[in-house]
């Protein structure tokens, strides 16, 4: 019976592997090799939102709010940031270093815009973890705040999931708010950055 039931399932899958497969196959568009090139080089081009990131290039102070417990006030610490831009105005790259829940802490991300999907992509890393997390989304219309969505894996089971909203205040000002969902929880604002640049 379960040799029978392994069978059933394998089939299953091939069949709905099929199918996607038909399905992306489908709206593959033939395309000239020096077209594909072409397509390429323009994709590769850094664009407005990539100029945006070049004006936060710099040295910056950071005030950090921790929301440990609902209902509790925040706890309140001070760091630093260094921003940067990568191969060619492509990619901007962040290295902080401050306190969190009462320890140094000390954290790499590298934001992007992908010209393909039109999205905002940001990965972070930092010494409370040995994973990198992984954030995507989009700008408003006039481009000063970007919402990002990501989750993670929790200790015990489940995933914390998150929504992050990236304010570019001005030139010298910028906030990062993130807030959190444990499973089918409310969501909870768990921290607030704000970075001002040094004179």
Do not use: C
């Amino acid at each position: 019976m379960r040799y029978i039931t392994v069978i059933l399932i394998a089939f299953s899958l091939l069949v709905s592997a099929s199918f996607v497969a038909a399905k992306e196959k489908k709206h593959d568009k033939h395309m000239d090799p020096q077209e594909m090139m072409e397509l390429w080089k323009k994709l590769a081009e850094p664009g407005e939102p990539h100029k945006v990131f070049a004006g936060l290039a710099g040295s910056w102070t950071t005030t950090t709010k921790e929301w440990m417990e609902p209902g509790k006030p925040p706890t309140e610490s001070t760091g630093t940031a260094e921003m940067k831009m990568l191969l060619d105005g492509r990619f901007l790259y962040q290295e902080y270093h401050a306190q969190m829940m009462g320890q140094p802490y000390s954290g790499i991300g590298i934001d992007a815009y992908d010209n393909m999907t039109k999205k905002y992509v940001t990965t972070w890393m930092d010494t409370m973890g040995t994973g990198i997390f992984l954030m995507e989304g989009t700008a408003s219309a006039d481009g000063k705040t970007i919402t990002l969505k990501g989750s993670h894996p929790e200790p015990g089971g489940g995933k914390m999931h998150h929504r992050a909203l990236w304010k570019l205040v001005d030139a010298n000002t910028q906030i990062f708010e993130m807030y959190g969902t444990h499973g089918q929880g409310k969501e909870e604002k768990m921290m607030e950055i704000t970075y001002t640049r040094k004179p």
